[in-house]
């Protein structure tokens, strides 16, 4: 018998260690606020975009975030600036801007409910991502999680069959992937490495890109309208710079597939957003997809498991 087995609260013990730990918690709290940021903020890009091209757009918000990392951090954050920090901070902004630039471009020959579908993929995907890279399995419940609220979020985005796959379908799927891997490598060094310096490698390194390659990608055009600047500094600032530094520092505490699976509810949250603002209502079955991603969310936080070391481990 192991000690303290049979003693008077030890079964009350076991539970509490199956349960998932206080920063775990705040950590999964932290990402809820992350996705109800960028829920909020679909509206908003949507108009942006008519008044800038899409590129030059997440120049300008990748910017403008890196230089408010920069000052609030008074540099590149702590510690070492060493070329591993530098390799993951790029690789990790390599993939954040991949799936940026190849959701853009799906969506132009796709249909937005396609489009939020196949991005809502990346659910899916993270987890066999986190297992070739962790070489470890995901714990049951978020593999439920996971199926209940991506049958979910097709319910609630696609009307009728996602029929035939066209090129702007596999530029969305591929993007999900982008988005995947950038999970799951920010995942992977966020326990090795200052978030605050993770964070502002990565976004520099997405605003580097972009800065790179809006000029002759596309044929940029800008109207500085109210509008546009409105969106670049809410999303510059809240929905990039904020919400990565967040992101960066969840992940210490929490698993990619978690993370992924609570970033399923963004839709709900752009619904809310676009239902509030401009009246937008729900069907029964896309209110009932909605229901199904809560429940998705749900079974993986309120399900006590047994905590484990973080992947990087």
Not at 108 to 124: C, D, E, I, N, Y
Not at 158 to 183: N, P, Q
Not at 221 to 246: D, K, Q, S, W, Y
Request: proline share 5%; with cysteine; glycine share 8%.
């Amino acid at each position: 018998m192991n000690p303290g087995e049979g003693a008077p609260g030890a079964g009350l013990l076991r539970v509490r260690q199956r349960m998932a730990s206080p920063d775990q918690r705040k950590a999964d709290a932290a990402l809820a606020l992350n996705t109800l940021i960028w829920g909020s903020t679909f509206v908003l890009v949507k108009a942006a975009l008519r008044q800038a091209s899409p590129i030059l757009f997440l120049a300008m918000r990748f910017s403008l975030a890196v230089l408010a990392l920069l000052v609030l951090f008074r540099g590149p954050g702590k510690g070492p600036r060493t070329a591993r920090a530098v390799l993951a901070g790029s690789l990790s902004g390599v993939f954040l801007f991949s799936g940026y630039v190849l959701q853009t471009l799906g969506l132009r020959l796709t249909t937005a409910p396609k489009s939020a579908f196949l991005t809502g993929l990346t659910s899916v995907m993270v987890p066999l991502l986190a297992s070739l890279v962790y070489k470890s399995r995901p714990q049951v419940s978020e593999v439920v999680g996971v199926v209940v609220a991506t049958v979910g979020l097709g319910l609630m985005t696609l009307e009728g069959a996602i029929g035939a796959i066209g090129r702007g379908d596999v530029l969305t799927l591929l993007c999900a992937v982008a988005f995947a891997a950038h999970i799951v490598t920010v995942g992977h060094f966020s326990e090795t490495m200052n978030f605050e310096l993770l964070s502002v490698t990565q976004v520099g390194a997405a605003a580097v890109f972009a800065l790179s390659l809006f000029w002759w990608v596309e044929k940029p055009h800008v109207e500085l309208r109210p509008a546009l600047v409105c969106a670049v500094v809410i999303t510059g600032l809240f929905a990039t710079a904020f919400a990565f530094t967040v992101q960066a520092w969840a992940l210490q505490y929490t698993t990619s597939s978690r993370a992924a699976l609570i970033y399923l509810l963004e839709p709900v949250f752009a619904w809310m957003t676009s239902y509030f603002l401009v009246g937008e209502g729900l069907s029964g079955h896309a209110a009932a997809g909605a229901a199904l991603i809560l429940s998705g969310v749900l079974v993986v936080e309120m399900k006590p498991w047994k905590p484990r070391p973080h992947p990087s481990h």
